[in-house]
């Protein structure tokens, strides 16, 4: 199974400043790795796909990038809308599909 | 528009049986594989099953094999997950989560989810 290892646990910015989510693979995924968010009380969005796309609708602020082991997520200057928990997944190396096991970015 | 409904959760006791609907709208549901994820009370996610397209083909987490079928109704575009033999660790928010296609396993289109409780 390959684990992701997500960090750090918790990520206390302000608004306007620039946030950096790193997600590490047990073993190479190649680009086969996805960031959600998600807020409380619903479902994840799909914000990453391919380790660098943005999926439709996605603001350009959220940019990701990596590939093999080593994945970061960054998203420019955070918008009060952006406070929440992230996770990234691989589908490289399945089944079992896997997920990381978050990042929660609150406000400081 | 997209849209994935769930249904079926609900509260029960351990050794339990419950089946999970989930109604696929707004694509062409006999085109994509579909999946399950759960989500224990405040923790992260957790890929349960996956099923290809015509149903002849499905996948499980170690912790569900031989407990959890799934399967599909592709005249009812409409995905289901039996679950059998429940346990405490089995409560969870389910999701249905339809995946992007051609080969690739993300999930661009999510249900609301429905709660499922097994508690004594």
């Known amino acids: 199974e390959t684990v992701l290892t997500q960090s750090p646990a918790t990520l206390s910015l302000s608004p306007g400043e620039r946030a950096t989510l790193s997600c590490r693979a047990s073993q190479s995924v190649g680009t086969y790795l996805a960031w959600y968010q998600q807020k409380p009380g619903q479902a994840p969005r799909l914000l990453i796909y391919d380790a660098s796309n943005r999926a439709t609708g996605i603001p350009a602020r959220f940019s990701g990038s990596g590939s093999g082991t080593d994945f970061t997520l960054t998203i420019s200057s955070l918008e009060p809308e952006d406070f929440a928990v992230y996770y990234c997944q691989q589908s490289s190396n399945w089944p079992p599909i896997t997920f990381g096991q978050g990042t929660r970015l609150e406000i400081k | 528009e997209v849209q994935l409904v769930e249904s079926g959760g609900g509260l029960l006791q351990p050794g339990g049986s419950l089946r999970l609907s989930c109604a696929a709208s707004g694509f062409t549901f006999s085109n994509y594989w579909m999946h399950w994820v759960r989500q224990p009370p405040g923790k992260g996610l957790v890929w349960v099953s996956r099923i290809n397209t015509d149903g002849s083909a499905s996948s499980y987490a170690d912790s569900v094999k031989g407990r959890f079928t799934i399967s599909r109704d592709n005249a009812k575009n409409t995905l289901y997950l039996e679950m059998n033999s429940l346990r405490a660790e089995d409560t969870a928010v389910y999701y249905c989560?339809?995946?992007?296609?051609?080969?690739?396993?993300?999930?661009?289109?999510w249900g609301q989810g429905t709660l499922v409780t097994v508690s004594s």
């Open positions: 989560a339809r995946d992007r296609g051609s080969g690739y396993r993300d999930f661009g289109h």
